[in-house]
């Protein structure tokens, strides 16, 4: 659980990051994309994703523009990897974001969305702490900003992934699959910000 001190001081660190990018007219998006010519929904950016190999944690944003999703860019979809690079993924949850960098969500996936090695609930949120980005691409200041939020709303998240699993529990696919792999199961739970554009 995150303490009282380390939500604030997260929350600072997410104002800070997003305050130095706007001084040049930036922002976390802006940033992520900038080396993009011609963006492509689905595509995962930046190319090669980033992984801190000290930490194990490893992020890309796609966008479904235009959005699926009222109010919404794309998003960061967030992950770690314990063993290293070449060792088991495990998603922890996404991000989603406007055109103004402003989040509008927090979300977690089914299972055949991202197609990690499938974790239950208390063993991803043991891993939430392990979201730790300290790496100079696409930008510093873009990899503290996504670790902030992970911490500032580390509780939030830890709910999300029980609702996750409970939703997987209690979806019956009308032709018997297994639920991990029902594609009419995208979104397992998800938190919408109240100044999200929609």
Request: aromatic share 10%; proline share 5%.
């Given at each position: 659980?995150?303490?009282?001190?380390?939500?604030e001081?997260?929350?600072?660190?997410?104002?800070f990051?997003?305050?130095?990018?706007?001084?040049?007219?930036?922002?976390?998006?802006?940033?992520?994309?900038?080396?993009?010519?011609?963006?492509?929904?689905?595509?995962?950016?930046?190319?090669?994703?980033v992984?801190?190999?000290?930490?194990?944690?490893?992020?890309?944003?796609?966008?479904?523009?235009?959005?699926?999703?009222d109010?919404?860019?794309?998003?960061?979809?967030?992950?770690?990897?314990?063993?290293?690079?070449?060792?088991?993924?495990?998603?922890?949850?996404?991000?989603?974001i406007?055109?103004?960098?402003?989040?509008?969500r927090?979300?977690?996936?089914?299972?055949?969305v991202?197609?990690?090695?499938?974790?239950?609930a208390?063993p991803?949120?043991?891993?939430?702490?392990?979201?730790?980005?300290?790496?100079?691409?696409?930008?510093?200041?873009?990899?503290?900003?996504?670790?902030?939020?992970?911490?500032?709303?580390?509780?939030?998240?830890?709910?999300?992934?029980?609702q996750?699993?409970?939703?997987?529990?209690?979806?019956?696919?009308?032709d018997?699959?297994?639920?991990?792999?029902c594609?009419?199961?995208?979104?397992?739970s998800?938190?919408?910000?109240?100044?999200?554009?929609?």
């Open positions: 659980m995150t303490t009282p001190v380390e939500q001081t997260a929350l600072k660190e997410i104002a990051c997003e305050q130095v990018l706007a001084k040049s007219g930036l922002t976390v998006l802006s940033e992520t994309l900038r080396d993009v010519q011609q963006l492509v929904s689905w595509k995962n950016y930046p190319h090669g994703e992984f801190d190999p000290a930490s194990g944690a490893q992020w890309f944003y796609h966008s479904h523009h235009p959005s699926t999703t109010g919404e860019h794309g998003h960061f979809h967030c992950f770690v990897r314990p063993d290293g690079r070449e060792g088991p993924i495990h998603h922890l949850c996404a991000i989603g406007d055109d103004h960098a402003r989040m509008t927090l979300f977690t996936v089914n299972h055949w991202v197609d990690d090695d499938w974790l239950t208390e991803t949120i043991e891993l939430l702490r392990g979201f730790d980005v300290h790496m100079p691409r696409p930008n510093y200041l873009v990899n503290r900003w996504i670790t902030a939020v992970l911490v500032a709303y580390e509780d939030l998240i830890t709910d999300l992934v029980r996750r699993d409970i939703a997987i529990k209690a979806h019956s696919p009308v018997g699959s297994e639920p991990k792999l594609k009419f199961l995208e979104v397992t998800e938190h919408r910000f109240q100044n999200a554009a929609i």
